[in-house]
């Protein structure tokens, strides 16, 4: 019996060892070499080098000079990563509907001159709820808001918008997308950050 315990015990070590510590640090190590800005999170800076962000993790944007992202359910206030989740709220969900509802409503009083049916990127929640990308459409939808609260030209806000959309990875995977993030920085420096 106590033969067997040193076994599992050394396999249990072992395992331990090159698992939970070699391997991590090695893919780790190779992912600083190779992909370091990847493997530090995509993080992003503003004009001044100071973080404002990642490409890869949504983040609330509601002032009206910037394209807003999709709802988020990660946390109680939306867009916590440390809380990553979609709301699980099902099609005959009473309180899905209220949501969407609420969020039309906002939508349509906010954007009296967008065009066009909302897209339902802006009223439904990705599964994540941090999602940093939306459709094209979600956000040249956005363009006249934008337009008017930075005093130009939505056709000048929509070219800004088209120039930052990203086509499909590989050219096959996926649909093509808005970072949100990178085009409200974008709007900054093209227009000039307002106060």
């Known amino acids: 019996m106590t033969s067997l ?3 599992a015990l050394r396999t249990t070590l072992v395992t331990l060892v090159l698992t939970g510590l070699a391997y991590p640090l ?3 190590g190779a992912a600083q070499m190779l992909f370091p800005y990847r493997a530090d999170g995509s993080l992003v800076t ?3 080098g100071a973080v404002v962000g990642s490409e890869l993790i949504g983040q609330a944007f509601t002032r009206p000079e910037y394209v807003w992202p999709r709802p988020s359910a990660a946390g109680a206030d939306g867009y916590d990563a440390t809380s990553s989740s979609g709301s699980n709220l099902g ?3 009473q309180k899905l509907r209220d949501r969407i509802t609420a969020d039309i409503a906002r ?4 954007n009296p001159e967008a065009r ?5 990127d802006l009223v439904t929640a990705s599964a994540s709820g ?3 990308h939306l459709s094209p459409a979600a956000a040249l939808w956005q363009a006249p808001r934008i337009a008017r609260a930075r005093n130009v030209a939505p056709e000048r806000v929509s070219a800004l918008i088209e120039a930052n959309i990203e086509a499909r990875t590989f050219g096959i995977l996926g649909e093509p997308r808005v970072n949100v993030l ?3 920085l974008a709007l900054d420096r093209q227009f000039g950050r307002e106060h």
């Open 5 to 7: 315990v040193a076994i």
């Open 26 to 28: 090695a893919m780790t």
């Open 46 to 48: 503003d004009a001044h």
């Open 91 to 93: 099609p005959t969900s």
């Open 107 to 110: 939508l349509t009083e906010t």
């Open 116 to 120: 066009g049916p909302i897209p339902s």
């Open 130 to 132: 941090l999602d940093p």
């Open 182 to 184: 990178m085009v409200n």
